[in-house]
């Protein structure tokens, strides 16, 4: 009977002593304040330099790539 008390003990001890690391990862907020990554327009990049127009042109022909139907029809504009 000790013996498996003795087990049973041997069995748990890594257990609970497992827990006795953990620290807490609660965030705290601050009200009214972004603590985040700052957000950028996309075209805010290196390749573009801000220029709105060159990105909106750059993604429209992405799109036409992408549209199997204009990719497949000779005259699609």
Avoid: H
Avoid at 6 to 24: D, H, I, N, Q, R
Avoid at 61 to 72: M, T
Wanted: glycine share 8%; with cysteine.
């Amino acid at each position: 009977m000790r013996t498996a008390l003795v087990v049973a003990v041997a069995v748990a001890l890594p257990f609970l002593a497992a827990g006795c690391g953990e620290k807490s990862t609660v965030i705290v907020y601050k009200q009214g304040e972004y603590q985040g990554k700052p957000d950028n327009q996309p075209w805010d990049n290196e390749q573009f330099k801000g220029d709105k127009v060159a990105w909106e042109k750059a993604i429209k022909a992405r799109n036409l790539g992408q549209n199997e139907y204009a990719r497949s029809t000779p005259t699609a504009n």
